[in-house]
């Protein structure tokens, strides 16, 4: 089993529209999670971390469930400049340096 | 920007070949990892580097090794070169190593192998 499973998509929207996806992971004992935005043959970049309690940064807003073992994203009012894919990345544990990523999910926002 | 940078931008080689990429990190950053990204999947982990040595390592040959330098810059060696190793190599330094060490990534060196 992959470390990090995302569904690829991709996840066609309208302008203003909601998206929302989710991601899973297989070590119980990760420790950190992240979701970071790849726009097409570019480098990742770090869109936000992923708390316990939940968060959310203006339109964005991530998940974490322990217990079923994944964490999610939702976008909020799309905006065609949203159009990216999205990576999971997930620390395991005992293993402060690495990041794993999943493949990402793909969001394609039309006008 | 980042202030990662790396060099250079796009390669082509023939297997069996031997490449060297080159990533500076950010200032004040003083470790750098490495990454793979193969076409339509995420980046996996070669290695990472701290304060000169090797910090700990992915599931990638020895024929993929790596140097940091005193000034923390870094270069990612890859050796007999097969096709499969065409991907896109990410750098990506922070400034340690630890779990709150957010990892800041280059754009990147395109390899193509034929």
């Known amino acids: 089993r992959k470390e990090v499973e995302q569904d690829p998509g991709p996840f066609n929207v309208p302008e203003g529209a909601t998206v929302a996806f989710n991601c899973t992971y297989s070590n119980s004992a990760s420790q950190s999670f992240f979701w970071y935005r790849q726009d097409c043959r570019k480098e990742p970049k770090l869109l936000m971390s992923?708390?316990?309690s939940g968060n959310e940064d203006g339109r964005f807003t991530a998940q974490l469930n322990r217990a079923s073992q994944y964490i999610s994203l939702l976008i909020r009012d799309s905006k065609l400049s949203d159009s990216a894919t999205y990576l999971c990345?997930?620390?395991?544990?005992?293993?402060?340096?690495?990041?794993?990523f999943g493949a990402g999910t793909t969001v394609t926002v039309r006008a | 920007e980042t202030g990662v940078t790396q060099s250079p931008t796009h390669l082509i080689k023939t297997r069996g070949q031997q490449v060297t990429l080159r990533c500076s990190s950010q200032s004040g950053h003083n470790t750098v990892s490495w990454y793979q990204q193969a076409l339509g999947q995420g980046p996996q982990f070669i290695f990472q580097?701290?304060?000169?040595?090797?910090?700990g390592r992915g599931n990638f040959p020895p024929r993929f090794s790596g140097l940091q330098f005193p000034n923390y810059s870094s270069e990612l060696n890859v050796n007999a070169l097969e096709l499969d190793d065409s991907a896109l190599y990410l750098c990506?330094?922070?400034?340690?190593?630890?779990?709150?060490?957010?990892?800041?990534f280059g754009p990147g060196t395109r390899l193509t192998v034929l």
């Open positions: 580097y701290y304060r000169e040595e090797e910090n």
């Open positions: 992923v708390y316990s």
């Open positions: 990506a330094s922070s400034p340690g190593h630890t779990l709150t060490d957010t990892q800041y």
């Open positions: 990345v997930v620390i395991p544990p005992l293993v402060d340096y690495k990041l794993s």
